[in-house]
């Protein structure tokens, strides 16, 4: 009984005391990065591979990078998944280098960073990919009844009704 007892109470002591816990995302070196390039006008997909092209000449070759993927044209042609803003004219996606084989990914993008200043009428924006649980849009599902007593489903996305029967909310 008192081995017990001595159990209940030493088992949280010892867990409060060196028991990390669990960690769901811990910070890890990120293994692709993006790179959105802007660009403001109403713009042809030639000029638009053009502004693209120079950021990715810039890139190709770059220490810490081993592939590339480039894609000009509409935001939503590129990353149709992505929330990406109106102006993107061309996202190009890097694969880093293995991490033991590299410098960190926060140098590599410093140096991003820098090397693609100046490109005229372009504005670069780069980063690491996020790490985590995707966040979408927020979905609910209900169902109402109509008239007829006939049972309705409707969903709700962001607030606003969209109707898949006869019946509103």
């Known amino acids: ?26 910070n890890v070196e990120p293994d692709y990065g993006l790179l959105y390039v802007h660009a403001r006008g109403n713009l042809s997909i030639d000029e638009m591979d053009a502004l693209t092209r120079q950021a990715e000449v ?8 081993k592939t590339v993927y480039t894609c000009a044209g509409q935001a939503r042609d590129c990353s149709p998944s992505a929330s990406v803003a109106a102006d993107v004219v061309g996202v190009i996606q890097y694969e880093f280098v293995d991490w033991r084989h590299r410098p960190a990914a926060n140098e590599i993008l410093a140096n991003l ?16 990919a996020e790490r985590g649980p995707a966040l979408g849009t927020r979905v609910s599902s209900s169902r109402c009844r109509d008239g007829q007593g006939l049972w309705t489903p409707w969903t709700a996305r962001d607030g606003v009704c969209v109707e ?3 019946c509103r909310s």
């Open 164 to 166: 898949t029967g006869r």
């Open 1 to 26: 009984m008192i081995a017990a007892v001595a159990a209940l109470v030493a088992v949280p002591v010892a867990y409060g005391k060196y028991g990390a816990g669990v960690e769901f995302f811990p």
């Open 58 to 65: 810039r890139l190709l070759g770059w220490p810490g990078i």
């Open 113 to 128: 960073r820098k090397a693609m200043v100046g490109l005229p009428g372009v504005e670069v924006e780069e980063g690491a």
